[in-house]
Each structure stands twice: as structure tokens, then as C-alpha cells.
């Protein structure tokens, strides 16, 4: 008959760490920390060099509770959903996109000043103190792909991700594709200053916008969107940026989704700027020339 734990005056936890091979261990942590009950009259003489114990008191849980101020900042303001990032970045964009398209709406934006990162930013992101992070009942989320399937899978409404296991490994080949591979070829263009230098790396562009074109062909199987009927995970991908290359066409007088030769991106493009999850998540297109503009003249940071 098993005997029942003794009673005991304060609260004692004990931790049990795990090899890193544990079936619920994180595969970016060495080890996996799970709570679980004490009972003085259990044997704790057995030897098992997989686990080591640790007594702690509601004191030190208080103490480990402490070290996540980011955590403990959120909850103490109350905010259900915060997002930190700035309202340039493509990435951010990114994140009010899946926000928008799950239909989240009353969250906490809070802009941050990226030569001056806040404590909360750098203690919510402290691997790369960058945004954007999702802040959500306290804890952080961060990298803007990571955001957006946590999104997807954290609220209801218009699935993001394709729940057929083949399709959704095609949608991330893709989103990944777009960061890895497109951003950097275009990036050159957006940060060129002369003719000469937009010439030369427009047309090293053009690959990767190719290969995005065969895509669009592949995944829409004819629809308006990546994600066919109704807006992806790689159309949020792609979308992050649209406003950026819009404005970038409109000051360099170029059109990188040019509809004689891409046709389905150009299509694409007007579809998913007219969606009414776009037209409040992204920012005003004149915006971004204006600031483009200044970034050209030397006058942006």
C-alpha cells in the first residue's frame, strides 16, 4: 500500500535534468528541466546518473522567477500581447501580417529605437537583441518566421500554415527560400546610390525573382495567392517586403515584378496589397518613399 507524502511546512520543488535526448527536451537547449513532486519518505538513495536533484524553497523559485525580467515586466503590465519592433522593418511587417490574417487585433505595439534598445527588447531577445519579438502572456517569441508560425498555432482563425504535413514543409522551403536567397540578391539594389551601381544590381536580381515566379506557378495551383485561395506562409513571407520593393520601383523607377515577365508575381502583388488583412498591417506605401528617400540622401539612419 503506498504511503502518503508527509506533510510539510513550505513548498519544496525538485527539478529533475534530463540528458538532452529526452523525448520533450527543446532541441536548441542542452538540457530539459521538469518540476516534480517531493515526498520524504521516498528512497533517495537510488543512483541514477541521468538525474540530479535540486531542493529549492519558494524563495529561490522567486529568485528564478526574477531572472526572466522580460517575462516579469509583460505579466506585471497586464499585456496579453505585446509586440516590440519598428515600423520599418520588413520583418515586422511580417509579423502584423500573420497578426492580421489570424484576426488579433487589440495588442500592445510598442516601437523601439534600435541605437537605443530598450531593456525589455534586450532582455526578451538577449541571444540577438533584435526585433521583432512576440510578447505573449510573458513570454517572448522571437525571429520573425518563428513568430508567425507561432501565431498561426497559438490563435484561432484562417489557418497560415497548410495542415497537410508535405505541404507544410513546402511552405517553409519557400519562406526560407525568400530570406536566404531572394532578400540578399535584392538587397544590393536597394542599398545602391547611382545608375550605374542600380543597373548592375537589378539584373542580379532578376534570378531569384525568376525562381519565385516557377514558384507562385508551383504552390497557387492557378489561385491568386502561395497559399492559394487565401494568404500562406509564404505570402506572408514575401509580404513583409512588398511595400519596401514598391517604393524602392518607385524612387529607382524600375518594377522588379514586371508583369510581361513575371506575370504571376505582378498578380500577385496587386492581390495581396488589396487583401483587407494587408491594408492595416503594412505601412503607407508614401511613407516608405519618404524615408527611402532620405536613406538615399544620406539623411536616414
Request: aromatic share 10%; hydrophobic share 45%; glycine share 6%.
Amino acid at each position: 500500500m503506498n504511503q502518503q507524502p508527509h506533510a510539510v511546512d513550505e513548498l519544496v520543488i525538485i527539478f529533475k535534468i534530463r540528458r538532452p535526448n529526452h523525448p520533450c527536451a527543446s532541441p536548441s537547449s542542452s538540457i530539459y528541466i521538469a518540476p516534480c513532486l517531493f515526498s520524504p519518505q521516498q528512497n533517495n538513495n537510488r543512483s541514477n546518473h541521468n538525474k540530479l536533484f535540486v531542493v529549492a524553497t519558494e524563495q529561490a523559485s522567486k529568485r528564478a522567477r526574477a531572472r526572466s525580467p522580460a517575462r516579469a515586466a509583460a505579466m506585471a503590465a497586464g499585456a496579453e500581447v505585446r509586440l516590440l519592433g519598428e515600423w520599418l522593418s520588413p520583418f515586422c511587417i511580417r509579423v502584423k501580417l500573420a497578426l492580421a490574417v489570424k484576426g488579433v487585433s487589440g495588442y500592445e505595439y510598442v516601437e523601439e529605437d534600435l541605437e537605443h534598445k530598450s531593456e525589455l527588447l534586450l532582455s526578451s531577445n538577449p541571444v540577438y537583441g533584435k526585433v521583432p519579438v512576440l510578447i505573449h502572456r510573458g513570454a517572448p517569441v522571437c525571429e520573425s518566421l518563428v513568430i508567425v508560425q507561432y501565431v498561426d498555432e497559438a490563435w484561432a482563425g484562417p489557418a497560415i500554415l497548410p495542415s497537410d504535413p508535405y505541404e507544410r514543409s513546402r511552405a517553409r522551403f519557400w519562406a526560407a527560400y525568400i530570406d536566404d536567397k531572394f532578400f540578399p540578391s535584392w538587397e544590393p539594389f536597394f542599398m545602391s546610390k547611382t545608375a550605374e551601381e542600380r543597373a548592375k544590381t537589378f539584373k542580379n536580381a532578376i534570378p531569384a525573382v525568376e525562381t519565385l515566379e516557377g514558384a507562385l506557378e508551383e504552390c497557387s495551383n492557378g489561385k491568386p495567392f502561395f497559399g492559394g485561395d487565401n494568404i500562406g506562409y509564404v505570402d506572408v513571407a514575401l509580404g513583409g517586403y512588398l511595400a519596401w520593393i514598391k517604393a524602392v520601383d518607385e524612387v529607382a523607377g524600375t518594377c522588379l515584378f514586371e508583369e510581361s515577365k513575371f506575370p504571376r508575381l505582378a498578380a500577385w502583388a496587386e492581390s495581396f496589397a488589396a487583401a483587407d488583412a494587408v491594408l492595416g498591417a503594412s505601412p503607407a506605401l508614401q511613407d516608405i518613399v519618404a524615408f527611402y528617400k532620405k536613406m538615399q540622401s544620406g539623411e536616414g539612419h
